[in-house]
């Protein structure tokens, strides 16, 4: 299976952030690695790779936390700089590792020192289901309400781009739907999220583009709808004999991939049609040709194998 990585070219009207061959280094270790790519307006872009692979820093860049050492980033095509970040900063929304919360504090009271609208507070108040415990202290919040405080912190201020670092972390079924439909709701009104999550599964449900990171490069950028479509693409033959069926398609210049019970193949050039009357003039038996699945979590490990190289840690 493959698939070519796509970096960011020019910036367009429809891009409110890119990367323009970001390079930063902790030492002598890179983290990001001439990292190149543009985040479409009012898209919701999952930002996946291994622990390690660059994702934080990557948004710790965006938001100044971190500089960096080359290359450049822009946000609605103004190239930001230590003496302009703030800029970007006030039109940016954040939630990342753990919520800045004061345990004192009620959840109303963190909203009264934002200077939030009050329509605005309230829609999210509901959109999120915070109205039961809303006027309560923190220290009486579990671990999924704090993460939604630091949810509904980040989005208070109707920012143009809000970055979301595991944001179902500690969300029950109920308040990751309730995430789904503010997230939803954010992107009809222009919002641009970048959100970061171990769970693909969710990811795949809120996504628009996916971009994959390992070792702090640029593994692949697509739309989800084009990674999905990739099923399309490849089978799933099972044959009385695997590793015969590989060794026949590889001697007549076949790509393939062995499986666990199966043979992988590519059929963007009719190979399907080929491999088989190859199986089958040498006696093998099919047992089932199938399509092959692609979720967002099959092509995550697949690429990530295919790239080169171990996993650094952010």
């Known amino acids: 299976m493959q698939y070519q990585a796509q970096s960011g070219g020019v910036i367009g009207m429809t891009d409110i952030l890119a990367f323009k061959h970001l390079t930063k280094q ?7 690695d001439d990292l190149s790519f543009n985040i479409p307006r009012g898209h919701v872009v999952g930002l996946v790779g291994p622990n390690g692979a660059g994702k934080s820093t990557i948004m710790k860049c965006i938001l100044g936390i971190y500089s960096y050492d080359k290359g450049a980033l822009f946000f609605d095509q103004q190239r930001i700089t230590a003496s302009n970040v ?16 004061y345990p004192f504090l009620s959840g109303w009271q963190h909203f ?30 579990s671990f999924g309400m704090k993460q939604k405080l630091g949810i509904a912190l980040a989005l208070i201020n109707q920012p143009e781009l809000v970055i979301l670092d595991e944001p179902m972390n500690g969300l029950d079924l ?17 919002t641009t999220f970048i959100v970061s999550s171990h769970i693909l599964s969710e990811l795949e449900k809120i996504s628009d583009d996916i971009i994959l990171i390992n070792n702090g490069k640029l593994v692949f950028q697509t739309t989800l709808k ?43 050039t009719d190979n399907l049609t080929n491999s088989l009357k190859i ?21 995550t490990l697949h690429f990530i194998k295919e790239s080169k190289g171990g996993v650094d840690h952010d």
């Open 26 to 32: 902790f030492g002598k270790r890179k983290v990001l």
């Open 86 to 101: 703030k800029v970007m900063s006030s039109r940016t929304g954040a939630l990342i590792e753990s919520p800045s919360i």
């Open 112 to 141: 009264k020192l934002y200077s939030a609208p009050k329509d605005n507070v309230a829609r999210i108040i509901k959109l999120l289901g915070m109205d039961s415990y809303i006027h309560q202290q923190v220290t009486a919040y």
């Open 174 to 190: 109920m308040a990751t739907l309730d995430l789904r439909r503010i997230i939803r709701s954010e992107v009809k009104r222009g």
């Open 226 to 268: 084009e990674l999905q479509g990739l099923g399309n693409r490849y089978y799933l033959v099972t044959t009385d004999d695997n590793e015969k069926a590989m060794r026949l398609l590889a001697n007549s210049g076949i790509t393939a991939e062995l499986r666990e019970n199966a043979v992988l193949i590519d059929n963007t």
């Open 279 to 299: 199986l089958l003039a040498n006696d093998l038996h099919l047992d089932d040709v199938n399509h092959q699945e692609i979720d967002l979590e099959t092509a």
